[in-house]
């Protein structure tokens, strides 16, 4: 059993990840992209509300827009090292022990999913966790206390920018969701965006 204090909702900071580029969306505010009538961050800040009080939004444009949502916008403190930079940035500035990371792409994200990594977390001493839908691990959806931020400004400094390795070599700890996978489908194409439109 942990012999860290239990963590709480309270003890929690959830950052949205808003600040990509979208590529191969042809560089639009992924984000703002609406989904049956609402931004993507809608969907997103819907289903954390329930889970956690605390919740910023990690962007590098259209802030102002963002700011809308009563919630605190950061920006990039290092730039061009991808979700990475955005959440060494929340990291810095997060007022919480921990901190828990979910991208904005992925509306349908699990309502339980605190519950669930916070159900794992207090039963060790790690202090990095990864939720795993039975497949693969889903970096962007990770349990970090704040203690790993000079470690992951020393792999930023590296010009690292690949999530999964770094979470790799702190040893996360996988969190089971293989009974829900689908809650972490994220849209990063038009196609994707269009066929989950047809579906509602």
Known sequence: MSTM???KPDNITAVILAGGEARRMGGIDKG????DGKPLIEHVIARLTSQTSNIIISANRNIEQYQTYDYPVIT???KNQGPLGGIFSALLQCESDWLLTVPCDCPHLPFDLVQRITNT????????????DGGRSQPLFSLIHRDLTASLQAYLALNNQKAGLWLAQQGTVKVNFSDK????SNINTVDTLTSLQKKT
């Open 5 to 7: 204090n239990t963590i």
């Open 181 to 184: 996978p689908n809650a972490f």
């Open 32 to 35: 703002l992209i609406e989904l």
């Open 121 to 132: 977390a207090n039963q060790t001493d790690a202090r990095l966790f990864t939720a795993h």
């Open 76 to 78: 990039d403190q290092i």
